[in-house]
């Protein structure tokens, strides 16, 4: 059987796994596991993002690819035998905003397919409970239409109050045992059940150092996603649409993306009772609620006359900075620029990869740059932003620019031959892609 016709065989079984969890929503799938036979894997393996950087044993992709067909048989034996050992994490750290560094994990690139496969069969399930307010690694969902979710309530329900919540380290804090018991309420395989308490308690070596943590979800992981969003549905999404909701005076909503949130009640009362509430609702699962990082806040569509002055009624949600605005025909309306710290970091990013590569032939620049552009007005190119997107591309310009000039000792290039240049190696101008 061709590899075509085996992942169109296992999509079709995917989709009566989904199809099932649909019909029957209380029921506990007990039987999943066995269906991690090699076909399974190998098009987990398909899947998996490749390139990305080797784990503690040094293996690439390219390197199991070798011998893909004899290394998913081998990995199946040990799935079957429930021999199989989740790989110790390496831990490396990145540069973030201010100076500071973030650790990510890079797992062995064997132990992402088996991650993708368990992550294939509990999104089967679990793609079926989630609600649509629920943004965040998930397929068919975007960042674009947690916008759309927050724009169109608030310009047509009369929302006058936002709680724009965050969890302090959410990923890292997960309690491991109540992750466990709600994975069990809708999966109680206990091949998978067992898979993933071994990912979670796999030890991780930062320079050579290895320790353990007693909760939290496996750094870098391609499963962490899927349980996240598992945690947060049971945390947060459930309770609000089944315990929140219906004890509110007013209407009230809630778009979540990933561990990002926001709130929106009509009613005042009802938006400081829930902001009350949450933080005593995710105590209970070992969670925080950032205490300043938290607010709520008034954004009342203003009267019809009224000049909002600069930064009144605004907030920051996945990048953008969201604020009451006037049509030309003079009606207030809900609009979105790129956020002032995301715009700076994009700015100072794309300036720092020009001085970087300098050297670089100017072909090879410009094809890099370009992709770099575009990425960017692929995600901010949302309407009414056109201005900052276009500020971003000026700056980064100006900073080719200004390190072209310092590839060698001679003086710097004037903005007149700069000018002929960019005719040479255009960059691309930005473009309105989203009309959420």
């Known amino acids: 059987m061709k590899d075509t016709q085996k992942s169109q065989l296992i999509s079709t079984d ?27 894997l190998t098009e987990a393996y398909h899947r998996v993002r490749k390139g990305g950087a080797a784990g503690l ?22 799935l079957k035998n429930q021999t199989y050992v989740a ?103 206990g091949s998978l059940i067992r898979l993933i308490g071994k990912w979670l308690n796999a030890g991780v070596v930062d320079k050579e150092v290895l320790s353990y943590s007693d909760k939290g979800t496996p750094q870098g992981g391609v499963i962490s996603p899927v349980l996240a969003n598992i945690y947060l549905h049971h945390v947060l999404d459930e309770w609000f649409t089944n315990e929140v909701q219906p004890r509110m005076k007013g209407h009230c909503f809630i778009v979540r993306f990933a561990d990002d949130f926001i709130i929106g009640s009509q ?32 954004f009342k569509k203003p009267a019809l006359k009224k000049q909002v002055s600069k930064g009144e009624n605004t ?53 890099m740059l370009s992709s770099k552009l575009r990425g960017h ?20 310009i100006r900073g080719w620019q200004y390190w072209l000039s310092r590839r060698s000792h001679k003086s710097a290039i004037p903005w007149d031959q700069f000018k002929q240049l960019l005719e040479a190696f255009p960059l691309p101008t930005p473009k309105i892609v989203h009309s959420v």
């Open 315 to 367: 907030f920051d949600f996945l990048g953008f900075t969201h604020f009451w605005a006037r049509t030309r025909a003079g009606y207030w309306v809900i609009k979105r620029k790129t956020a002032k710290k995301k715009m700076r970091k994009s700015i100072v990013a794309m300036r720092e990869w020009c001085r970087n590569n300098r050297h670089k032939p100017l072909k090879w620049q410009q094809q």
């Open 87 to 189: 790989p110790k994490i390496k831990r490396v750290w990145i540069d973030k905003d201010g100076g500071k560094k973030r650790p990510i994990g890079i797992t062995e690139f064997e132990d992402k397919i088996v991650q993708k496969a368990v992550a294939m069969l509990l999104g089967a399930v679990y793609e079926q409970d989630f609600h649509d307010y629920s943004h965040g690694f998930r397929e068919g969902h975007s960042a674009h239409q947690a916008l759309y979710d927050i724009r169109t309530p608030g310009m047509e329900k009369n929302i006058k109050w936002l709680i724009d919540a965050d969890i302090s380290g959410f990923f890292d804090n997960i309690n491991r045992a109540k992750l466990i018991e709600i994975i069990k309420l809708r999966v109680n395989d």
């Open 267 to 298: 009613n005042e009362d009802d938006a400081r009772k829930i902001m009350e509430v949450i933080p005593k609702r995710f105590d209970r699962f070992g969670l925080t609620i950032h205490p300043k990082k938290t607010k709520l806040f008034s």
């Open 377 to 396: 007005f692929q995600y901010f190119g949302v309407r009414c932003n056109m201005r900052s997107m276009e500020a971003v591309r000026h700056f980064v």
């Open 57 to 78: 044993s040094g293996v690439t992709s390219k390197d199991y690819k070798r011998n893909l067909t004899d290394n998913l048989t081998e990995l199946h034996q040990r």
């Open 14 to 40: 995917l989709r009566q796994i989904a199809a099932q969890a649909k019909q029957e929503p209380a029921k506990v799938f007990t039987s999943l596991a066995h269906r991690m036979d090699v076909d399974f």
